[in-house]
């Protein structure tokens, strides 16, 4: 009888396993890796979780590509100090990577404070964000949203060693000061410059390095469907930004957006305000997304937002 007991366990286990092993891989997940990333110098750091590219001088792309939000922080160096413009989703740490590409002080800048680019904002001493209620609110960390990165259709791979999944959330941060549009940080050698871009939330930031051309967009724009469904969305205010943004294109040679891939060319402004302008005025089809969502794509750029209310 213990055998045969044994022998059952035996072949529960074998079947358990390859249930898991046949468990499909999320839709998102198969694409990658991107294309893109081929062209880009890959930098070795020690944790797996990340990946580290270099799309220009002194600036590290540090990219999660096993979750689906792709999220991208960006390290910018200069020769007295960094910026780190995000944290990502607090999964790995984040810390310990920016040790490995620079050993001077880091500030930290949120693109906004969505949780999946403020997770590891806990750890570092020096943190600036826009002075919004929505801002002080997030800053107070949340259990709910962490909790949605982490379900299996979320994760492509696995998840870190020593990673607690009943535990994750983001944690609380303390904001050091405060910072406004046109303010201006001076890394040495390297000037940065905030602008401020509403919509997607409205803390949103970009960044601009004007002397080297490079735009930093956050989730103003990315090259997958940008997110303006959530309640914190202002349709109004995206459009006002993502004008300003164009206006800043014949100085721009680079822009780098907050998730998937980290490079683009800066043709894509006046692009995504024209694309922008169509869904407003009706010119675009809404392909239906579950819960109350939709789609709309005009051409390679697109958008995901609420379903219009019909009644």
């Known amino acids: ?50 990946e580290v590219y270099k799309p220009a001088s002194n600036v590290f792309a540090i990219y999660e590509p096993h979750q689906a939000e792709e999220v991208i922080s960006y390290l910018i160096v200069g020769t007295k100090r960094a910026l780190l413009f995000d944290t990502g989703m607090g999964i790995s740490d984040i810390k310990k990577v920016t040790a490995e590409l620079t050993n001077l002080p880091i500030i930290v800048l949120n693109s906004h404070t969505h949780d999946d680019h403020v997770g590891g904002n806990w750890e570092f001493a020096t943190i600036y964000n826009m002075d919004t209620a929505f801002t002080l609110k997030n800053a107070l960390g949340s259990r709910q949203d962490a909790q949605a990165e982490i379900t299996p259709d979320q994760i492509c791979g696995t998840l870190p060693n020593g990673f607690d999944a009943k535990t994750y959330l983001t944690r609380p941060w303390k904001i050091t000061a405060y910072t406004h549009d046109g303010d201006r940080f001076d890394l040495g050698g390297r000037t940065i410059e905030v602008i401020a871009t509403p919509g997607h939330t409205p803390d949103a930031i970009s960044l601009i390095d004007r002397a080297n051309g490079l735009l930093f967009t956050g989730d103003t724009y990315y090259p997958a469907p940008i997110w303006l469904f959530r309640p914190e969305t202002d349709l109004d205010a995206y459009a006002s930004s993502i004008r300003r943004l164009a206006a800043l294109g014949p100085r721009v040679k680079l822009v780098l957006g907050a998730h998937n891939i980290p490079v683009a060319s800066p ?23 579950p819960p109350g969502k939709v789609l709309y794509k005009v051409d390679d750029i697109s958008f995901l937002m609420r379903a219009p209310d019909t009644r």
Do not use: N
């Open 1 to 50: 009888m213990h055998q045969l007991i044994a022998r059952l366990a035996i072949c529960l286990t074998a079947i358990t396993s390859s249930l898991f092993a046949q468990a499909p891989i999320p839709r998102w997940c198969r694409v990658l890796p991107h294309p893109e990333y081929k062209s880009l110098d890959h930098v070795a750091t020690s944790d797996p979780w990340f």
């Open 267 to 289: 043709t894509i402004l006046p692009r995504l305000v024209s694309a922008f302008d169509m869904v407003r005025a009706g010119k675009a089809s809404p392909i239906p997304e």
